[in-house]
Nanobody, 127 residues
Framework: QVQLVESGGGLVQAGGSLRLSCAAS????????MGWFRQAPGKEREFVAA????????NYAVSVKGRFTISKVDTNDTVYLQMNSLKPEDTAVYYC????????????????????WGQGTQVTVSS
């Protein structure tokens, strides 16, 4: 059973930075494509970023490209989301997810296929 646990959320002023972490079950990060999604109050869950199981290809939502960076450390079974230049509209619960389909190339931005999810961590950006 794959388990994912997010941490690192909090309250930050606009323009600030946060780094989210997702601790995964052993060998998950090296075996599966990993993604970050977010859900703001009253809105649907949306894609933020994803990284290939190979650590090569990445994928970003247009709204975060150039500000957020996804990375991983296989030996620590951890995925990170470095968030810079945060805006109030980045306020949401951020979820880590794992896609077990062993796809190659650019990791998917669609929620379907990400079979495993964490409980989420709250990020609040004040103006």
């Amino acid at each position: 059973q794959v388990q994912l646990v997010e941490s690192g959320g909090g309250l930050v002023q606009a323009g600030g930075s946060l780094r989210l972490s997702c601790a995964a079950s052993r060998r998950t990060v090296s075996s599966y494509n990993m993604g970050w999604f977010r859900q703001a109050p009253g809105k649907e869950r949306e894609f933020v970023a994803a990284i290939s199981r190979t650590g090569g290809p990445t994928n970003y939502a247009v709204s975060v490209k150039g500000r957020f960076t996804i990375s991983k450390v296989d030996t620590n079974d951890t995925v990170y989301l470095q968030m810079n230049s945060l805006k109030p509209e980045d306020t949401a619960v951020y979820y880590c997810a794992a896609d077990p389909r062993r796809l190659i190339g650019t990791p998917s931005s669609a929620m379907r296929g990400y079979d495993y999810w964490g409980q989420g961590t709250q990020v609040t950006v004040s103006s």
